[in-house]
């Protein structure tokens, strides 16, 4: 059999600082507003930074600051200043949401059934007093209504980047979701909140394979939209390659029907397997074949794609291209090695 040379490595994104220009790398935004925010570890290739914890959560203001903990953990005093607090959050009142912390008011008081004062907050975009309760108010970063979303998650689907980053920094869980709701990171990417993806990428204990209920992972979903930016993001942060849907076809075996070469090759190049087959289906190359694409018959045959497969009762792959009247593509499959005819 003959060999054949490796194919040429998928580059997602211009990486040379002297050709800056058209597709620069992606890179989180410095959003910090206190001292300490700096960009951990590297954690993907294009710069993307893990989220170190932040300072900001627990901040003190001093003696009197230890009072109103106090305050606050009794509840002596301040049973009506939490409904106080939840009032001025909702109005957006800076000052009285500050003077109200400052005597003690709980941040996580809230009517039945309603959401958390910092979700309301956030569902606003009010960044400082979302900031200001992280620093002074120590709100459950993951509380909810009956069946509800998280501060986060609503920051999430709203696109409020700043936000999402702020309560990362404080230690909010970036898996959490609704009752039988979607990831985080499939709403940010089914959005088009491309920052936020950024930013939720580097979130430590991310699970870069959630799926909706019976869904996909995202990058199932980013192979479909032929996003080889967002693949390379995914797979680098260790996301599997074959996913697929129930009953369904892999991300590579969907890319190669599609003739999406980019994309098979992107997904080729991290380690799909080329000859995955859907239930009742072809192989990838088998299907390529008989559509007459040459480049994908190409490509697949780098990656050691089973020329002899073939559906059960069917033709081999040679076969069905001389059949289809796909001659070069039956030269192709001749040149690539020693062909045995199976039918």
């Keep these: 059999m003959s060999g054949h040379p490796p194919p040429p490595p998928y580059t997602p994104y211009d990486t040379n600082p002297t050709t800056s220009g058209s597709n620069p790398p992606p890179t989180v935004a410095s959003i910090a507003h ?110 909810r209504p009956p069946a509800g979303e998280t501060a986060l998650y609503t920051a999430v689907a709203k696109g409020y980047t700043e936000i999402v980053e702020l309560l990362l920094q404080c230690g909010a869980n970036v898996n959490a979701k609704p009752d039988a709701g979607k990831p985080s990171l499939f709403v940010a990417y089914k959005k088009e909140r491309r920052q936020v993806l950024e930013i939720l990428l580097c979130a430590p204990g991310l699970n870069v394979d959630a799926a909706p209920p019976g869904g996909v992972a995202t990058l199932w979903h980013a192979a479909e939209k032929g996003d080889t930016k967002a693949l390379h993001m995914f797979l680098n942060k260790g996301a599997k390659v074959d996913v697929k849907p129930p009953g369904g076809s892999t991300a590579m075996y969907h890319a190669a029907v599609r003739q999406d070469l980019a994309t098979a090759g992107v997904l080729l190049q991290h380690g799909a397997d080329v000859n995955a087959t859907p239930p009742g289906g072809t192989t990838a190359l088998w299907h390529a074949a008989s559509k007459g694409d040459e480049s994908m018959v190409r490509l697949l045959l780098m990656y050691n794609a089973d020329i002899d497969a073939k559906p059960p009762g069917g033709k081999t792959v040679l076969t069905q291209a001389i059949k289809k009247g796909n001659s070069e593509i039956a030269r192709i499959l001749l040149e690539h090695g020693e062909y045995r005819n199976r039918d």
């Design 34 to 143: 206190h001292p300490g925010w700096e960009a951990g570890s590297e954690i993907a290739r294009g710069g993307l930074r893990e989220i170190p914890k932040s300072p900001l959560r627990g901040k003190a203001r001093g003696e009197k600051d230890d009072k109103t903990k106090k305050a606050r953990a009794t509840g002596k005093g301040t049973a009506h200043l939490g409904e106080a607090l939840y009032e001025a959050v909702s109005k957006g009142d800076l000052k009285i949401v500050d003077m109200l912390l400052d005597h003690g008011a709980n941040a996580n008081s809230r009517p039945p059934c309603a959401k958390p004062a910092l979700t309301v907050a956030v569902g606003k975009n009010d960044f400082e007093i979302v900031k200001m309760l992280l620093e002074h108010g120590e709100p459950d970063l993951e509380a």
